[in-house]
């Protein structure tokens, strides 16, 4: 039995192992794998799982494509009818600023590396579609995109690319507050390596949104999640 017959035996146990788990890893050969299927549903919801099947079917030939033309994704390694079966590709960025063991210099390191990956797609005219710190992935010095939205919102690419930095902006206030001299810095790499024109079409995107930076500002400390970046975007832009 050859080591690819193997490999393909042990999707085959985990798919049998996982049935019905939207998202599962294994380990083969000493590395670890990802296997994602399509979602089963019951009741009136299974009329939406030919919807969840085709999703499914769209991110993979959209990951094969980006791989082919040489985008920083996770290579697929086996699909099939409802399931599809990625290699790791390292913590998130977003594990990797929760991580208690990992000093500011080397978590800087990662959040520069991310910020310079981001440039490097928008230059090869790709657009990731929400690349925030949990979608991003590092290991070793190399960023992987993962989770890449294969239905993106219309509009070019350059707006898409506009959209990708601001979700990307905002994931940085949401995971790091109120830290703008590292998010800074990360947010310069970009700009540094290659990002300053979709930086600046943003800013001046923003310029109509600005009226949101007064309202937004009660809410820059006891707002949630989500909303608490909003005012730290829009600041960002506006002293930058």
């Known amino acids: 039995m050859t080591q690819m017959q193997s490999f393909k035996d042990k999707v085959s146990q985990m798919l049998v192992l996982n049935q019905g788990q939207r998202i599962s890893h294994f380990q083969y050969g000493g590395k670890r794998y990802w296997l994602k299927q399509v979602e089963h549903l019951e009741g009136a919801m299974r009329f939406l799982k030919t919807d969840s099947a085709k999703a499914l079917t769209k991110e993979t030939q959209v990951l094969k494509q980006l791989d082919n033309e040489g985008a920083p994704v996770p290579k697929v390694v086996a699909n099939g009818d409802g399931y599809l079966v990625v290699e790791d590709a390292g913590r998130t960025i977003r594990d990797w600023l929760d991580r208690d063991d990992v000093g500011a210099a080397k978590q800087q390191n990662i959040l520069d590396d991310a910020s310079q990956a981001l440039a490097n797609l928008h230059s090869m005219q790709l657009a990731h579609g929400r690349p925030a710190l949990r979608d991003i992935s590092w290991r ?3 960023v992987k995109f993962i989770d890449f939205e294969a239905n993106q919102q219309k509009g070019s690419v350059a707006e898409k690319q506009i959209r990708d930095l601001l979700v990307y902006v905002h994931s940085l206030y949401r995971y790091l507050g109120e830290d703008s001299e590292r998010i800074s810095k990360a947010i310069s790499v970009y700009r540094e390596a290659g990002g300053e024109i979709i930086w600046q079409k943003a800013k001046q995107f923003l310029s109509s949104w600005q009226w949101l930076y007064y309202f937004s500002r009660p809410f ?18 506006r002293n930058n």
């Open 140 to 142: 070793a010095g190399k």
């Open 220 to 237: 820059k400390n006891i707002g949630g999640k989500d909303l608490k970046p909003v005012y730290w975007v829009l600041w960002h832009f």
